[in-house]
Structures are given as structure tokens and as C-alpha cells.
């Protein structure tokens, strides 16, 4: 799997996890509404958008879910170990 399917696996995931819209996810994340519409039509995002979506989701699941902090490898469902948040 390459970088950008991976990425697009993890925001997928992390929308379902969440419960959350795309719009409402992609206006959080990085300011822009239409972020995931544009990502699922073809938008390649650059490395920096990427990893400033990547720690919104790792601190979103810190603040509402530290149960289920996992890491960002989508394969990975293991909870963090105590203490870790």
C-alpha cells in the first residue's frame, strides 16, 4: 500500500471511529470543508497537510477517546499501555 492509500485508510478510518462528517473533519483538521470530498476525487495533499491531519487525529482520540488511542497504523488496534496518552 503506498503513502496516500494509507493516509486515505486512516482518515476513513478515524471518520467512522469518530462518528464525525467529512466536512466537519476536514474543517477541524485543516481547514478546509471539502477536504475529504477532494481527497476521495483524487487530491494528492502535500506532506505537511498530511501530517498536520495525522496529529489532529492522534490528539482527537487523545482528548475523547484516550481508551482507544491507537496508532496510526491502520493494521495496529492495540491500546496504547497505561500512562500513554
Do not use: Y
Amino acid at each position: 500500500m503506498d503513502a496516500l492509500t494509507a493516509f486515505k485508510s486512516r482518515v476513513d478510518a478515524f471518520l467512522a471511529l469518530a462518528g464525525m462528517s467529512a466536512s466537519r473533519f476536514g474543517t477541524l483538521a485543516c481547514g478546509d470543508s471539502a477536504f475529504v470530498i477532494d481527497l476521495k476525487a483524487g487530491r494528492e495533499p502535500r506532506f505537511s497537510t498530511i501530517a498536520k491531519v495525522d496529529k489532529f487525529m492522534l490528539d482527537w482520540k487523545a482528548e475523547h477517546m484516550p481508551e482507544r488511542l491507537v496508532s496510526l497504523d491502520t493494521n495496529d488496534t492495540s491500546v496504547a499501555p497505561q500512562g500513554v496518552a
